[in-house]
């Protein structure tokens, strides 16, 4: 501390005489100069002390509310859900399947398949889906040939594949066909039969599935001319016959007459043969 006259540093703090009234000057305290003798009076150092920590702690409350405000979150601006759009329960679904309607049993077996809500479970898959396809389940009757196919919650039976899914095909649903056109192309589960395999190819590119367009292709290169013509004919007289997935069963039986009268066995040979009743059909 500096003495105002005489710049000197000697100075040292005095002490309060009775008449300067202590309680007057409670933020100041009094000080001599030992130099001049000057005496003179300067804010208490503790008071200083004080006062720079109530203004430090201050300081401290006032950054850490700021950075507590910045970082809340604001009010959510997320709507409601929409009661119309939430995805049923698990529980809900195998509740109303237990009930017996083919859906909702094919739905309950979609939940057990990958990318289901349930962990993957063919075994139950595979039972739900056998519960819908004996109602005629187009969907069920084609995942149940699948799980035959490749042996999943079932032994493999690759002719119990191929007559699963050729009831599905039979209801025109686009990816049981391309199977079935499949399965006739390799022989798997059913006589290898070239002309039936582009018919099916044939119908499931006419339903926009595009892989049967490939496949159907490839049949061609492997047949003659004449073969190739039958199985458009063929494939012609079949889709006026055969129901769009999703109209349900009323032309099954038609289906399967048709099936029996105009294609042909399927033990028979694929060597040209003359044929008369096949140019019957044709010339109707």
């Known amino acids: 501390m500096i003495c105002a006259r005489c710049e000197s540093m000697n100075v040292r703090r005095s002490s309060w005489k009775k008449n300067e009234g202590h309680m007057n000057h409670f933020l100041y305290a009094p000080y001599r100069c030992r130099e001049c003798k000057h005496r003179f009076f300067?804010?208490?150092r503790p008071l200083k002390l004080s006062i720079t920590a109530t203004l430090g702690l201050f300081t401290c409350v006032g950054v850490f509310v700021t950075i507590?405000?910045?970082s809340?979150?604001?009010p959510s601006t997320t709507p409601p859900p929409i009661s119309q759009g939430i995805k049923p329960s698990r529980t809900i679904v195998l509740e109303k399947a237990k009930q017996g309607k083919a859906d909702d049993q094919y739905a309950a077996g979609l939940m057990y398949m990958p990318g289901g809500?349930?962990?993957?479970?063919?075994?139950?898959?595979h039972k739900w889906f056998d519960l819908a396809a004996k109602q005629g389940h187009a969907g069920a009757e084609f995942n149940l040939g699948l799980l035959y196919r490749n042996g999943r919650g079932v032994l493999q039976d690759f002719t119990a594949a191929a007559q699963w899914i050729e009831k599905a095909a039979h209801q025109g649903y686009p990816e049981?066909?391309?199977?079935?056109?499949?399965?006739?192309k390799t022989g798997e589960g059913i006589q290898r039969d070239l002309t039936q395999a582009y018919v099916w190819y044939n119908l499931a590119s006419a339903h926009g599935y595009e892989p049967s367009i490939a496949g159907r292709n490839n049949?061609?290169?492997?047949m003659n001319a004449a073969e190739v013509l039958r199985a458009q004919t063929l494939s012609r007289h079949l889709k006026l016959t055969l129901?769009?997935?999703g109209e349900?069963?009323?032309h099954t039986a038609n289906v399967e007459n048709l099936i029996k009268r105009d294609i042909p066995d399927r033990s028979a040979t694929h060597l040209p043969q003359k044929d008369n009743s096949f140019k019957d059909n044709a010339s109707d």
């Open 42 to 44: 300067k804010l208490s």
């Open 68 to 70: 507590y405000l910045l």
């Open 72 to 74: 809340k979150p604001g």
């Open 117 to 125: 809500d349930f962990s993957i479970n063919y075994k139950e898959a």
């Open 176 to 184: 049981a066909q391309h199977q079935l056109a499949t399965f006739y």
């Open 219 to 222: 049949v061609a290169n492997l």
């Open 243 to 245: 129901p769009t997935h």
């Open 248 to 250: 349900g069963k009323s």
